[in-house]
């Protein structure tokens, strides 16, 4: 029997209570991912990019002054004076840092009078196994200023660094809100890069499943399945929240811009779409798994009943002449005990050959 321990996959992400404290209130609640936070200033237009990175909150320029766009990307949200102090020079409401700080938030999108703010999540593979992670992500977009916070740096962004030092695309033609989209993007792009590894595992799962079933592939659907359930608590979110930005009136989004967003929320409801159908391949596949056990089973059981079924009248035949009776005239047959061991030899060939003819073995 496989004894090996199933690790534990959560199926939601858990919140917290801050009991005590005032709404607004910036208590980072969450695991200190980074050792000290990183911050990356792009300044950029059509013709020119700047990439600056900070190593101090001191060092932190006038974010307002710039007049082409600005986006600022912050690698760890555990430190409250940093995240502060971005929201004073931004004039960022307090409830909204509260958010940014807390990762048991739920994914949402807010308007506000002067910005839109986003909390997402976005996964990513924890190790060489496939165990999936998800990660809190906050987006500001205010003005011609892009704000990104995230707990630990992620690659998913930056392809977009990438386009923006060579000038590749439209990004560097266009607005902050265009950027704005661009980073949703990327997180969309990651949850398929995430079904596109559990779908290879499912295709090696379900040849497994039929050819050489055994606890341990029973395990490791048991594992995925987890996987996917969990991963679509994640995705499914966004699809609202993509939702909800795409019937958003805000001046902050053009209207050029705005089909962009259409295409985006296309794309969440299909990787929820993928979700549910990798969600439903397992439970299949669990179901033949178990169909699959339940027929050796029952080839074994018709293998020992036919087995059991011949050795009846077998062992009736030697317990009769195993009696101790004295007057048992068959015990005097000098050709007694090989007519006993000729008959039951028949005996068995005549049921082998029955069992064969119809069918049941």
Request: glycine residues 6%; proline residues 4%.
């Amino acid at each position: 029997m496989n004894n090996r321990k199933i690790p534990h996959i959560p199926l939601f992400v858990k919140t917290h209570s801050k009991k005590g404290e005032s709404p607004g209130t910036l208590t980072h609640i969450g695991k200190k991912k980074v050792e000290k936070p990183t911050i990356t200033i792009w300044r950029y237009d059509e013709s020119k990019c700047d990439e600056t990175v900070l190593k101090d909150i001191k060092e932190l320029p006038d974010l307002t002054k710039y007049k082409g766009v600005t986006w600022i990307n912050v690698d760890g949200i555990d430190d409250t004076r940093l995240i502060n102090t971005i929201g004073m020079q931004l004039n960022l409401h307090s409830l909204l840092l509260e958010d940014i700080v807390n990762t048991s938030q739920r994914p949402k999108i807010e308007e506000f009078e002067d910005c839109l703010f986003a909390v997402i999540k976005i996964l990513h593979l924890q190790d060489e196994n496939g165990h999936v992670g998800v990660e809190h992500i906050s987006l500001i977009l205010k003005d011609n200023i892009v704000v990104s916070l995230q707990e630990q740096p992620e690659d998913a962004f930056d392809p977009t660094g990438e386009r923006l030092r060579k000038g590749l695309g439209k990004i560097r033609k266009s607005g902050a809100d265009y950027l704005f989209y661009r980073l949703f993007d990327a997180v969309v792009d990651s949850y398929f890069a995430i079904l596109n590894t559990m779908g290879d595992r499912i295709e090696d799962l379900e040849e497994d499943t039929m050819s050489e079933p055994s606890n341990e592939v029973m395990t490791r659907i048991y594992q995925l399945r987890q996987q996917v359930l969990f991963a679509r608590k994640t995705i499914q979110p966004m699809r609202d929240v993509v939702g909800s930005l795409n019937r958003s009136e805000s001046v902050l989004i053009q209207k050029k811009t705005r089909p962009f967003f259409r295409d985006l929320q296309d794309h969440a409801i299909q990787a929820t779409d993928t979700a549910d159908t990798y969600r439903e391949l397992l439970a299949n596949m669990l179901d033949n798994y178990l169909s699959v056990m339940s027929h050796r089973m029952n080839t074994v059981m018709k293998t020992l009943t036919v087995v059991s079924t011949i050795f009846i009248p077998l062992t009736f035949i030697v317990g009769v002449y195993g009696m101790n009776f004295h007057y048992m005239p068959e015990l005097e047959l000098p050709w007694g005990y090989p007519a006993v061991w000729g008959g039951m030899m028949l005996l068995t060939i005549v049921m082998l050959v029955l069992f064969k003819w119809k069918k049941w073995w």
